[in-house]
């Protein structure tokens, strides 16, 4: 009979898991293998199948607030060959974390959107109409004054909303 525990001058420590033959980890080549044929596979027919489903399919990559870190994201598309919408808190533009003027200036031309996300980040639902206007409108103004955009879009915080009849 064989023992189980191993003599207590062996080393213990990691060992990559081999295969019967002592080759390694088969399973993670064949797996590999399998998921690149997949992948092609799909590529294949995902070029065509979509294009049989719909005339045009759109997709909207939005950032909000105006995170510094949204210029690398920005970059990112941009080698791909994509565009984004970036709503902007106009009362974070320059402070720390956030991106500055001259970043949404490189964003515009870029060829991304700019859109309004208010003033300071209120929930509007719980501002009076005339606030919640102020918000969206100086937004509105601050970026028109700064940028090369046109008909900004607005970005509400978190999709809120009031009924048409609660105030």
Avoid at 30 to 36: F, K, T, Y
Avoid at 78 to 87: D, N
Avoid at 99 to 116: K, P, R, W
Wanted: aromatic letters at 4%.
């Amino acid at each position: 009979m064989r023992s189980l525990n191993k003599p207590s001058n062996v080393q213990q420590g990691p060992t990559a898991p081999r295969g019967p033959d002592g080759r390694g980890r088969p399973n993670l080549r064949l797996s590999a293998v399998v998921s690149a044929l997949l992948l092609a596979a799909a590529s294949l027919f995902g070029a065509v199948v979509p294009a049989q489903a719909a005339n045009k399919t759109i997709v909207s990559l939005t950032f909000d607030d105006g995170n510094a870190n949204q210029l690398q994201a920005a970059q990112v598309l941009k080698a791909h060959g994509l565009v984004g919408t970036f709503f902007i808190t106009t009362s974070w533009i320059g402070t720390s974390g956030y991106l500055t003027q001259a970043n949404l200036h490189t964003l515009a031309t870029d060829g991304n959107e700019i859109g309004g996300h208010t003033v300071t980040h209120p929930d509007l639902t719980t501002l009076t109409a005339a606030a919640a206007t102020s918000e969206v409108c100086n937004g509105k103004t601050t970026l028109e004054l700064g940028l090369p955009c046109n008909g900004l879009r607005l970005s509400v915080r978190r999709g809120q909303r009031n009924r048409p009849d609660s105030r």
